[in-house]
């Protein structure tokens, strides 16, 4: 594991996902952890732009997003969709497990 701090919120917590970039931003972390079960189902619903606008504000910032989702195809095929355009671009990752996604955040 790298030496480079990895801001999750914690475990219990319902974070609004654009506070935590903030907290990312204004610590200056670089490196954000997410998990679908401590998240409000809003973020899985792309018609409130939640997930977009917090992927788009944290690549401005330079910080890179791990977002730990055991079961993708739970969720609607748009979701599906922009997980995997979003996960092209290097800033963004989807993951199935939370040790995939610190690893990829390690070695991003």
Known sequence: MSDTPIFEPESGTTPEIGAAVTECIESGC?????????????????????LGDAVQRATNYGIQMALVV???????????????????????????????????????
């Open 30 to 50: 670089r490196l954000l952890l997410l998990d679908e079960e401590n998240l409000p189902g809003e973020v899985f619903d792309l018609s409130t732009r939640v």
């Open 70 to 108: 055991r079961d993708p195809g739970r969720y609607s095929d748009a979701f599906q969709q922009f997980v995997r355009e979003a996960s092209g671009r290097g800033a963004f990752g989807c993951f199935r497990t939370r040790e995939e996604a610190v690893e990829w955040l390690d070695h991003g």
